[in-house]
């Protein structure tokens, strides 16, 4: 048996390690390091097209899940970002994700878009002193209390992820009740918007910006602009840049228009992005196959010597 499908765990694991089986797309994190070491298997690692980033209510006066009373601490900039200084994402990157992640500041799927570029790419640092520096200039010197509703079967350890930033945000005095949800119940909940913070993943086969700016970045409209933009900012510039980038010929000029709506979404940080996740795939070492950055496996392509 060549095949095992998505979301495998450690007992097709044990049966590629026998021979029985010759191929496990998306092995179980914690039994990566014995595959590595075992004798005629072999691991291919590939960088998805998805980005995984945490969102926040910025539409209320008030948020509905915070100890925070007639007002939004999330709609100051100065919040957003003492919360993206304070995630140490090389301890997510090692310790929660064993690796399986490409830390990005940007909030693009895939790296290949020629937008993106080093200034982009790059991340505010992690930074407890000027986290707590800007949490006191916003008036919550002592923090506050908020929920972040994530899911705990759709991404890569996406659970551990938001257990471990709400450690992290502790270290500023936002303390963070996580709600980790199966997928059905967790997307249910978010789409009618109601979350106050949330994790979610973006990517697929496409690697244009386009399939991020219209549906994620770009304010709330109809025919699904903006349908995934679950904070519910509200950004004119960001959406007159992204608006033109999408129907600009010039390839020149919509490079730059998707660069400035990209720069104006990062000066702002609507969302704060993570990681680009890493997916393994694990074979018996006589099987070729191409890891495809959508995660999808192509029979045509894959060989048994």
């Given amino acids: ?21 010759q191929l496990v797309l998306d092995p179980p994190p914690q039994d990566l390091e014995r595959l590595r070491a075992a004798a005629g298997v072999k691991v291919a690692d590939g960088v998805e097209n998805r980005v995984i980033f945490i969102g926040m209510d910025q539409g209320r006066n008030e948020l509905k899940y915070s100890s925070v009373k007639g007002s939004n601490p999330f709609k100051d900039v100065r919040v957003r970002k003492a919360l993206y200084h304070a995630v140490d994402i090389e301890t997510l990157r090692t310790s929660v994700m064993r690796g399986l992640a490409r830390p990005t500041g ?50 890569i350890n996406d659970e551990k992820i938001c257990i471990a930033l709400a450690g992290m945000w502790s270290q500023i005095g936002v303390k963070v009740n996580v709600n980790a949800q199966p997928r059905a119940l967790y997307f249910a909940k978010a789409e009618k918007l109601d979350i106050s913070m949330y994790m979610l993943g973006w990517g697929g086969t496409i690697t244009d910006a386009e399939v991020t700016l219209t549906p994620v970045l770009r304010s709330r409209g109809t025919n699904g602009v903006g349908y995934f933009n679950w904070g519910d900012y509200k ?35 609507h969302h704060i992005p993570l990681h680009r996740q890493v997916i393994p795939w694990a074979m018996r070492s006589n099987v070729e196959a191409v890891h495809r950055p959508d995660n999808w496996l192509e029979w045509c392509w894959v060989t048994v010597r």
């Fill in 1 to 21: 048996m060549i095949y095992t499908p998505i979301k495998s765990d450690s007992t097709r694991t044990a049966a590629l390690l026998s021979g029985e089986l």
């Fill in 106 to 155: 940007v909030m693009s799927p895939s790296p290949l878009g020629n937008f993106n570029d080093a200034e982009l790419e790059k991340r505010l640092p992690f930074d407890l002193p000027r986290a707590r520096t800007l949490m006191t200039q916003a008036g919550y010197p002592n923090g506050f209390e908020v929920t972040l509703d994530c899911p705990n079967n759709r991404y």
């Fill in 235 to 269: 950004n004119p510039k960001l959406d007159e840049l992204a608006a033109a980038s999408s129907v600009e010929p010039d390839r020149a000029k919509r490079e730059q228009l998707i660069k400035a709506a990209l720069r104006e979404h990062n000066e702002q940080v």
